[in-house]
């Protein structure tokens, strides 16, 4: 899953998440995945927007120094939950983004056939294999 966006805040919060970055920082480092977990749903639950941003992002760097799988699912639960509960619509904007991802390489793909004089794709080939009809 892709990491959130700063845009889920607000300036103010921002300006309280970054007064809060340094001792949240140490304390993800400091803890071990069971007492990090723990905290995370304390936090979760306190529904802090910047604290949770702050922890999914310091539990995301974590995960890069965890060896252990067990520890890193764990640890890939626990931003995903801090992701969802900071920004409820990002499954349906991700949704939405892929849609018109979709629809844009759509609309290419047909400009690149009409411009070659072909409707589709089988008959830009056989235009390229037998020539013009």
Same mark, same amino acid.
């Given at each position: 899953m892709a990491p959130f966006s700063r845009g %889920? +805040? %607000? %300036? *103010? *919060? +921002? *300006?309280? =998440?970054? =007064? !809060? !970055? =340094?001792f949240v920082a140490d304390e993800v480092n400091a803890l071990g995945v069971g007492a990090l977990e723990q905290r995370v749903r304390a936090v979760a639950a306190s529904a802090d927007k910047p #604290?949770?941003? +702050?922890y999914a992002h310091f539990a995301r760097q974590k995960l890069q120094a965890v060896t252990s799988e067990a520890e890193s699912l764990k640890l890939k639960e626990l931003t995903a939950e801090m992701e969802q509960a900071l920004d409820p619509q990002a499954a349906k904007k991700r949704e939405q983004a892929t849609a018109a991802l979709e629809e844009a390489r759509e609309l290419k793909s047909y #400009? @690149?056939? !009409? !411009? @070659?004089? #072909?409707k589709d794709a089988a008959s830009l080939h056989m235009n390229r294999v037998y020539g013009q009809a």
């Open positions: %889920s +805040l %607000s %300036s *103010e *919060e +921002l *300006e309280r =998440a970054n =007064a !809060r !970055r =340094a #604290a949770m941003f +702050l #400009a @690149h056939y !009409r !411009r @070659h004089g #072909a």
